[in-house]
Nanobody, 124 residues
Framework: QVQLVESGGGLVQAGGSLRLSCAAS????????MGWFRQAPGKERDFVAA????????DYSDAVKGRFTISRDNAKNTVYLQMNSLKPEDTAVYFC?????????????????WGQGTQVTVSS
């Protein structure tokens, strides 16, 4: 069993930055691919970014490429999402997820464990 706990969400003005963290419990964190997804009210859960267990490979949605950076610290069992140049359309609940064992994937159904989510609100 793996538990994921997100933190770092909040209210920020357009153009600002936030860093989300996702702390994982359990062993073998370095074998999990990790992903970030987001869900705005009334919309489906969308892929944001993913990273392999080693951190060597990453993937980003077109909507965030060049503005967001996913990274991980396997010694701390934590994955991060650095979000820069935030836009009002980035407003959503952000979820981290673990795919074990995993390769990079954008499919939410491929992920085995999910956090509870953290709210990000970007004001114009």
């Amino acid at each position: 069993q793996v538990q994921l706990v997100e933190s770092g969400g909040g209210l920020v003005q357009a153009g600002g930055s936030l860093r989300l963290s996702c702390a994982a419990s359990g062993r073998s964190f370095g074998t999990y691919a990790m992903g970030w997804f987001r869900q705005a009210p009334g919309k489906e859960r969308d892929f944001v970014a993913a990273i392999t267990g080693s951190g060597a490979y990453t993937d980003y949605s077109d909507a965030v490429k060049g503005r967001f950076t996913i990274s991980r610290d396997n010694a701390k069992n934590t994955v991060y999402l650095q979000m820069n140049s935030l836009k009002p359309e980035d407003t959503a609940v952000y979820f981290c997820a673990a795919d074990m064992p995993g390769a990079l994937t954008r499919r939410p159904t491929a992920y085995d464990y999910w956090g509870q989510g953290t709210q990000v609100t970007v004001s114009s």
